[in-house]
C-alpha cells in the first residue's frame, strides 16, 4: 500500500477556507477547497494564530517566539510583579503583552489566550498555588462534637423545647481583602508568596438564621 502524500497549506489558503467555512460551513467549504472536513474545523480553531503569521507559513512546527523582544520585556516585567510579592494572572499578562507591543510598535500582534499559554511554556512559567498553611481541625474534634449533641439533647428534653421553639444559626467569618490564590510563577520556585493590603485578617461577620414554623 503506498504511503499518503502529506500536503502542507500556506495560512492564507487556510484563512480563505476559514472564511468560507463561516457562512457556507465546514463541510461545503472542505468540498470547495478540496480538503478534509476536519482539516477544516482544525484550521477554526486557529484562526487568531493563522491571522498572526506570514501568508506562506505552511505550518506550526517548532516553538520558537515571533517577538522575541517583546516576550523578554514581557518576563521582566513578570518578575518584578513577583519579586515585590504580586500576584500575576494570564490576563494581565495579555494586557501588559498588548501595552508592549503598542510601545515597540509591532503589528498584527494580538495576544490571545493560546499565545499566552505558548508564552508560558517558552518562558517555562506556569500557574502555581500560594503555599500556605490551612487551618486545621482540633485532634479532639470529634468527641467535642458529640459532647455538644449530648448537651442539646439533654436541654431540650429537660425544657420540653418544641421544634418550633428551635433556631438554627450559623455565623461566617469575611475578611475585608480577600486575597489572590493563585499566581504565573517561574517553575520550580519553592516558595510563592502574594503581597496583600494588609487587611486580610481584618474581620466582619455574617449571621444567618432559619426558623422552623
Known amino acids: 500500500m503506498a504511503p499518503v ?3 502542507a497549506y500556506e495560512a492564507h ?4 477556507a476559514i472564511s468560507y467555512a463561516a457562512v457556507h460551513g465546514n463541510r ?10 476536519s482539516m477544516v474545523r482544525k484550521w477554526r480553531k486557529q484562526e487568531n494564530e493563522l491571522r498572526q503569521v506570514k501568508k506562506s507559513r505552511q505550518s506550526f512546527r517548532g516553538n520558537n517566539a515571533r517577538w522575541p523582544q517583546l516576550e523578554d520585556q514581557l518576563e521582566q516585567w ?3 510583579q513577583r519579586t ?12 501588559k503583552a498588548t501595552t508592549i507591543a503598542q510601545e515597540i510598535k509591532l503589528e498584527n500582534f494580538q495576544g490571545g489566550p493560546s499565545w499566552c499559554f505558548r508564552f ?3 518562558r517555562h512559567l506556569s500557574i502555581r498555588a500560594r ?3 490551612a487551618q486545621r481541625l482540633p485532634a479532639d474534634y470529634e468527641e467535642q462534637l458529640a459532647i455538644f449533641r449530648a448537651y442539646c439533647s439533654k436541654r431540650i428534653t429537660e425544657k420540653k423545647i418544641q421544634p418550633s421553639h428551635i433556631t438554627n444559626m450559623d455565623k461566617v467569618p469575611l475578611t475585608f481583602d480577600i486575597p489572590v490564590n493563585h499566581t504565573v510563577e517561574h517553575k520550580g520556585t519553592s516558595t510563592v508568596s502574594i503581597r496583600t493590603t494588609g487587611h486580610e485578617k481584618s474581620a466582619f461577620t455574617v449571621v444567618l438564621g432559619c426558623h422552623v414554623y
Not at 489558503?13 to 480563505?16: D, E, G, T, V, Y
Not at 461545503?28 to 472536513?37: G, I, L, T, W
Open 131 to 133: 503555599t500556605t498553611v
Open 120 to 122: 508560558m511554556k517558552r
Open 84 to 95: 515585590a510579592g504580586r500576584s500575576v494572572s494570564t490576563v494581565t499578562i495579555r494586557l
Open 5 to 7: 502524500k502529506r500536503h
Open 28 to 37: 461545503a467549504a472542505a468540498r470547495q477547497f478540496s480538503v478534509n472536513e
Open 78 to 80: 513578570i518578575s518584578e
Open 13 to 16: 489558503f487556510k484563512l480563505q
